[in-house]
């Protein structure tokens, strides 16, 4: 086999293995959470075939402290949204001290507000954690109808998938989360209310987790006036209890 590979926007292919018959083959090399394409040929000459992947992001170890205020950039943050139109959002419209936070926003970071539609989206952030017994903390304000528009905060298993979707995993509800999720908000969803709030939790973990905000929303009964602001996020802390 000849096995060559690229960035997914580029046209310059590199050679993995020429006239091969080797049947597997190990790519090195390769930057964290980017686009790449491969693609295959057998040595007689026929087609090429190509497939796409994205690499994993590199978890970075917690230590004995940790922290975003997102006055600077993301922070390493991946916002799961798909393309929905209530989102999470990096910017302006809502913070805790400072200029900036993380938040839901129907407008693309304009404002921290919400439409009446089905969301299920997520603000992960990848760690790795010695083992442990860890505080969390941060500012959290959430408004939304009771039971149906809530926050949830969690620690999710690096094995786990996340995919913004119309549709809620099973297990999510205002009181449980899925197989594997270890709450950090209590065991119960966040909402009703419009100020800033400041929550703790403490949970043993070892190994690699993301660190999981989840907003969810139904389009039922809701008075856009009065349910407004949606979730919104500040000042993340996390300290190694020695």
Not at 31 to 38: A, E, G, I, N, R
Not at 40 to 65: H, K, L, M, N
Not at 105 to 112: L, P, Y
Not at 146 to 153: E, G, N
């Amino acid at each position: 086999y000849n096995v060559e590979y690229a960035l997914a926007s580029s046209e310059t292919w590199q050679s993995v293995a020429q006239n091969s018959k080797q049947a597997t083959f190990n790519l090195t090399g390769l930057s964290s959470q980017t686009d790449y394409k491969v693609r295959v040929q057998s040595a007689c000459g026929s087609e090429w075939r190509e497939a796409y992947f994205t690499t994993a992001v590199e978890a970075p170890s917690v230590g004995d402290s940790g922290s975003d205020d997102f006055e600077g950039s993301t922070c390493g943050w991946n916002l799961v949204n798909g393309s929905l139109t209530n989102a999470w959002a990096w910017g302006t419209a809502a913070n805790h001290g400072g200029t900036k936070g993380l938040y839901i926003s129907n407008d693309g970071g304009t404002s921290n507000a919400y439409t009446n539609s089905y969301t299920m989206v997520y603000a992960t952030k990848l760690l790795y954690f010695a083992e442990g017994k860890y505080q969390f903390s941060y500012n959290w304000r959430a408004n939304g109808e009771k039971a149906f528009d809530y926050l949830r905060v969690a620690l999710v298993p690096a094995s786990k998938t996340l995919t913004a979707s119309e549709d809620i995993p099973n297990g999510f509800t205002v009181s449980t989360l899925p197989e594997g999720w270890m709450a950090l908000d209590g065991g119960r969803a966040l909402n009703e209310k419009s100020e800033w709030q400041r929550k703790e939790a403490v949970a043993n973990v070892s190994g690699t987790y993301y660190l999981v905000f989840a907003w969810r929303n139904d389009h039922h009964n809701q008075d856009d006036a009065d349910k407004n602001p949606p979730a919104a996020i500040d000042n993340v802390s996390i300290t190694k209890i020695t």
